[in-house]
Nanobody, 121 residues
Framework: QVQLVESGGGLVQPGGSLRLSCAASGSIFKLISINDMGWYRQAPGKQRELVATITSGGSTNYADSVKGRFTISRDNAKNTVHLQMNSLKPEDTAVYYC????????????WGQGTQVTVSS
């Protein structure tokens, strides 16, 4: 596995923006083997859900609820992934978790500790 550390959460008013960052560290062999990185979120009383993922080649996938508002990006050289969140809504309030996934032989998945995002006036 690799270690993931998120940053950038906080309190923002509806319609505002936040940028989340996640830095991966660990064995260089495991870092370069990561296939997908992504963001998931979990609101109180709800299951963890996918927000957005990005492959090592840059292909992205978004939940319907965030399409057009959130943008995921990745810097493979720096082992970082970011989530730019615009036009935030109260229903975006959740703990956001960073995820790294390696498929196939030697597969693993790693999670960060989570960062709180609260959208409220």
């Amino acid at each position: 596995q690799v270690q993931l550390v998120e940053s950038g959460g906080g309190l923002v008013q509806p319609g505002g923006s936040l940028r989340l960052s996640c830095a991966a560290s660990g064995s260089i062999f495991k870092l370069i083997s990561i296939n997908d990185m992504g963001w998931y979120r979990q609101a109180p009383g709800k299951q963890r859900e996918l927000v957005a993922t990005i492959t090592s080649g840059g292909s992205t996938n978004y939940a319907d609820s965030v399409k057009g508002r959130f943008t995921i990006s990745r810097d493979n050289a720096k082992n970082t992934v970011h989530l730019q969140m615009n036009s935030l809504k109260p229903e975006d309030t959740a703990v956001y978790y960073c995820n790294a996934l390696k498929r196939g032989l030697g597969s693993f998945t790693s999670w960060g500790q989570g960062t709180q995002v609260t959208v409220s006036s």
